[in-house]
């Protein structure tokens, strides 16, 4: 076997049967050494190659080869039997690596907690749901509210820097600090229901045109395959040739593997991107369908994602339509105190989803003091005779049908 750098040939330790090199640029700060069988005809597999890890201890330029696992190419891209070992920057037994991982000390410490990205209350007050280097989920139904729900944090997170948080639809959310960039991936909408969602984003965040700002990025992965959507998505929220990424949104996540029922390749690619999001401080949203059917379907998300993200993300949010009004109650939350139900809608008004009273159907804020008119309830009562249903009335008029039916108790009493 030969444990050679490749980037300072001639450093070589040989052991009969096999060539290690190390692919990266910057051998002293990363841990990934290659290792490739070059007697393919042998016998000398993966097993055997761990047992000489675990018996000799070798090293590579000072670094204690300890771990290892298969992957099929060559560096030059041929096939060959591959072995991936990593290496630690400090010798030790070989046997483990859970010496990295201990921590003796437990006093709280205010470095280990992250900065809350999403709350609810106030800005005083923070019930805090999402923090920094976690991810969070927002689950329901198709065409439940989702979309509306992430774009407002999106929109609320690609604020001026200098903006003092605001609610959206019931959250607030840590605007995009200075030198870092908020990123979304999209991978089921088409282009023209893409650039709308974007248009109403960039409105709600303030922004004049339809051009979007600088530390804003949304990618549309529907052209790629999941494989690719997957990558991409880990390259670039890891990517150091790019400015740090303060949040990001993935809208579906269950688009990033051909089966939402493949345990293998879901439970990787949520550890993943778990992993990830604490590594980089990233609070990574995440949004899924809901099971459509089976025993305790409200509110969990579909096939092996649904069982995977309640494990690892750290909350939800639940989205559900009825009477075109979306309400939202949260899912189980790690260590937020549940807030109370919200609900918005469409607003024709202002060409975008507006809060609601949860009870009432009405708009929230100014439009909390509508009165509706003799002749709205006149114009009621004709369209309930003509055969509009009170729900069909209530859409005309921006509420829910039982506001309906109270204006047509009230016109009734006129007559």
Known sequence: MYFEDNKQAGQQEKVDGYTAFDPNVDNSAKDTVVVYNENRGSNLGLEQFRKFLYDSNPTVNGHTISTAAVNPKKPDGTTAETLYVTRTGKPHSGKSRLYETIINDYTEDAADEQ?????????????????????????????????????AVTANAIQRFSVEPVEMLGLFVQPCPEGKRFVSFDTEQMVSDFKSCQRRILKRAGFAGNIRPAHYEAYRLKPLSPADRLYEVMEELSNPNNPPVHAAMVDVITD????????????????????????????????????????????????????????????????????????????????AVPPPDSAFRWDADHQLHMPVDISTGLSNGADAERKFTDADRADMYTLNQEGQSQTTIGNKYGVDRNVIQRQLTKHKRTL
């Open 115 to 151: 900065e809350p990205f999403m709350w609810t209350g106030s800005n005083e007050v923070k019930n805090v749901l999402h923090r920094s280097g976690g991810m969070f989920g927002y689950i329901g139904k198709a065409k439940s509210g989702k979309s509306a729900l992430t774009g």
């Open 256 to 335: 990033l593997t051909l089966s939402v029922n493949d345990e293998i390749a879901v439970v990787k690619a949520i550890g993943d991107l778990n992993n990830l999001a604490e590594e980089y401080g990233i609070a990574v949203g995440i949004v899924l369908h809901e099971n459509e059917k089976g025993l305790g379907a409200a509110g969990v998300g579909r096939g092996w994602y649904g069982s995977e993200t309640n494990r690892k993300q750290v909350g939800s949010l639940i989205t559900n339509m009825k009477n075109l009004i979306t309400t939202v109650k949260a899912g189980p939350l790690r260590s």
